[in-house]
């Protein structure tokens, strides 16, 4: 499984992005997906994640602002970010887990004051 993140960029305080993670390869064994965040000098922390049966988990510091789904057809899963604070400044990395942990690249949102 390779994972490709898109939909990040600069944006001001107050804005929305909707990150995107295109999958290719065979995600039949995929059992939960998720977006983590990562910002300098810190670790890389989740955000947001979804099982297989679509439960849903968010940390408290995006709850009510942040949306995470996918669509199993398009293999894509997304992240909306509304309401966006400078703190959520960091590399976002969407993550996919059966047997193994499979990562994206990262991609930078940066969120202006």
């Known amino acids: 499984v390779q994972l490709v993140e898109s939909g990040g960029g600069v944006v001001q305080a107050g804005g929305y992005l909707r990150l995107s993670c295109a999958a290719s390869?065979?995600?039949?064994?995929?059992?939960?997906m998720g977006w983590y965040r990562q910002a300098p000098g810190q670790s890389r922390d989740l955000v947001a994640s979804?099982?297989?049966?679509?439960?849903?988990n968010y940390s408290d510091s995006v709850k009510g602002r942040f949306t995470i789904s996918r669509d199993i057809a398009k293999k894509t899963m997304y992240l909306q970010m509304n309401s966006l604070k400078p703190e959520d400044t960091a590399v976002y990395y969407c993550?996919?887990?059966?047997?193994?942990?499979?990562w994206g690249q990262g991609t930078q949102v940066t969120v202006s004051s």
């Open positions: 993550n996919m887990k059966d047997w193994w942990d499979h």
């Open positions: 390869g065979n995600i039949v064994g995929i059992n939960s």
């Open positions: 979804i099982t297989k049966a679509g439960d849903t």
